[in-house]
């Protein structure tokens, strides 16, 4: 890696969260790196975390992308996939207002369907 690159991590959101536990229901609304539990998106995290401290995201397929300290309401269950989930429009806009388009280099550590959602936003 050239050292003046600039590169993003983004990992995926999970289907497992803080408020699913008898012990998180009343969690209230939480910061996203403290929301996604499942051991998937947690291996992930510590990844970024390690790796990319000061540059990674999650990517919501609810909320789109969010910043680590980046506040979830609360509880979904929306997929990449679903017809619900945020549209690449706005995944697009959200990625311009953030600057996460202006990195040299993208890693995803997430499935398939979420290296895709993030490969259709790049597509000019």
Do not use: H
Request: net charge neutral; proline share 6%; hydrophobic share 35%.
């Amino acid at each position: 890696m050239d050292p003046g690159e600039r590169v993003l991590c983004i990992i995926s959101c999970g289907g497992k969260k803080i408020w699913d536990g008898s012990s998180g229901r009343n969690a209230g609304p939480t910061p996203a790196r403290n929301v996604y539990t499942g051991n998937f998106v947690c291996l992930n995290q510590k990844y970024a975390e390690r790796f990319y401290p000061d540059s990674w995201c999650i990517l919501s397929a609810r909320y789109g992308f969010l910043m680590p300290d980046d506040v979830v309401p609360g509880n979904y269950n929306v997929r990449i996939t679903d017809p619900e989930a945020i549209s690449r429009e706005n995944l697009r806009e959200q990625a311009q207002r953030l600057g996460l388009d202006r990195f040299d280099r993208v890693v995803v550590v997430a499935g398939k369907d979420y290296v895709a959602a993030v490969q259709r936003v790049q597509e000019v």
